[in-house]
């Protein structure tokens, strides 16, 4: 069975902290590329970060760089997401995605991943 399991989001002050944990299990450890989407009410779904398991490479959206970071912990089989310095803006729900890659680098791409999380509600106010 694939699947991801999102936790950690919750509601914050601007300019708070949040941890967001992506438990991997199943066929979906196998997936190279892990990434962190997000989607606010009436927008589209964007990336947020992503990170290769394999070679360890990361990137950010602009919008996040030096605010958050994505991380794992191969023990735990888990995939984290660690935002800072908070902003209404980042209010939106967080979706952990994976897929499979052969060689080259990972996807900004939704539809190239084909394993996704319930999603987990980050609201942060101002």
């Known amino acids: 069975q694939v699947r991801l399991v999102e936790s950690g989001g919750g509601s914050v002050q601007a300019g708070g902290s949040l941890t967001l944990s992506c438990v991997v299990s199943?066929?979906?450890?196998?997936?190279?590329?892990m990434a962190w989407f997000r989607q606010a009410p009436r927008q589209k779904r964007e990336g947020v970060a992503y990170f290769h398991r394999g070679s360890n490479t990361k990137e950010y959206d602009a919008s996040v760089e030096s605010r958050f970071t994505i991380s794992q912990d191969s023990a735990k089989s888990t995939v984290y997401l660690q935002m800072t310095s908070l902003t209404p803006d980042d209010s939106a729900t967080y979706y952990c995605?994976?897929?499979?890659?052969?060689?080259?680098?990972?996807?900004?791409?939704?539809?190239?991943?084909?394993?996704w999380g319930q999603g987990t509600q980050v609201t942060v106010s101002s």
């Open positions: 995605a994976a897929y499979e890659i052969e060689r080259g680098t990972c996807s900004w791409s939704d539809l190239l991943y084909d394993v």
């Open positions: 199943g066929t979906a450890s196998r997936r190279d590329c």
